[in-house]
T-cell receptor, first 112, second 115 residues
Framework: GENVEQHPSTLSVQEGDSAVIKCTYS??????FPWYKQELGKRPQLIID?????GEKKDQRIAVTLNKTAKHFSLHITETQPEDSAVYFC???????????FGSGTRLQVQP | DVKVTQSSRYLVKRTGEKVFLECVQD?????MFWYRQDPGLGLRLIYF???????EKGDIPEGYSVSREKKERFSLILESASTNQTSMYLC??????????????FGQGTRLTVV
């Protein structure tokens, strides 16, 4: 089955700096890679996703890149703000099982 | 607005009890999932279902079963609760389109404590 590894487990940045979270996956059949943000006490919510037919996707301050050859994908947050503080999860979906496998999460703290 | 609703926010149960966690979605989604969330381990898939009366084992199905009698409802059952099943349980649903699988929407979670 799919295995997703996520790094770092914690990340602290100053407000206005950029943050990068990296994930690797094991199953070359995976074709859908979403990122979820979970604020304290709340449910995970999708912030951006990418499919295997594209290499990069942007949405305002958030971008995701995908390298299928190396089987890794990354989340980039620019101009971080205190409200970006949360736990972020990457995930991958393989075509065989059609269920998301999640990484272990990254706790991002943006210092004002 | 998509809604995935879990029946309880907090539950406290005794060891050996049979526990039912209920999840209902209102978007006519085909796919439903149960995950458990533990610190440092992320979200781990317990069971999932593509359709009514269908179920598939996830990565950690031991000690759990599921029921999907109606499309909108997916129940997680702990046959005999144990203390190592103390966790946050998250239900999710999604649909499958011609482009592939789509965003999974999560419920608010059930914090289960087994004493």
């Amino acid at each position: 089955g799919e295995n997703v590894e996520q790094h770092p487990s914690t990340l602290s940045v100053q407000e206005g700096d950029s943050a990068v979270i990296k994930c690797t996956y094991s199953d070359s059949a995976s074709n859908y890679f979403p990122w979820y943000k979970q604020e304290l006490g709340k449910r995970p919510q999708l912030i951006i996703d990418i499919r295997s037919n594209v290499g990069e996707k942007k949405d305002q301050r958030i971008a995701v890149t995908l390298n299928k050859t190396a089987k890794h994908f990354s989340l980039h947050i620019t101009e971080t703000q205190p409200e970006d503080s949360a736990v972020y999860f990457c995930a991958a979906m393989d075509t065989g099982r059609r269920a998301l496998t999640f990484g272990s999460g990254t706790r991002l703290q943006v210092q004002p | 607005d998509v809604k995935v609703t879990q029946s309880s926010r907090y539950l406290v149960k005794r060891t050996g009890e049979k526990v039912f966690l209920e999840c209902v979605q209102d978007m006519d989604h085909e796919n439903m999932f149960w995950y458990r969330q533990d610190p440092g381990l992320g979200l781990r898939l317990i069971y999932f279902s593509y359709d009514v009366k269908m179920k598939e084992k996830g990565d950690i199905p031991e000690g759990y079963s599921v029921s999907r009698e109606k499309k909108e409802r997916f129940s997680l059952i702990l046959e005999s609760a144990s203390t190592n099943q103390t966790s946050m349980y998250l239900c999710a649903s999604s649909s499958t389109t011609g482009l592939g699988d789509t965003e999974a929407f999560f419920g608010q979670g059930t914090r289960l404590t087994v004493v």
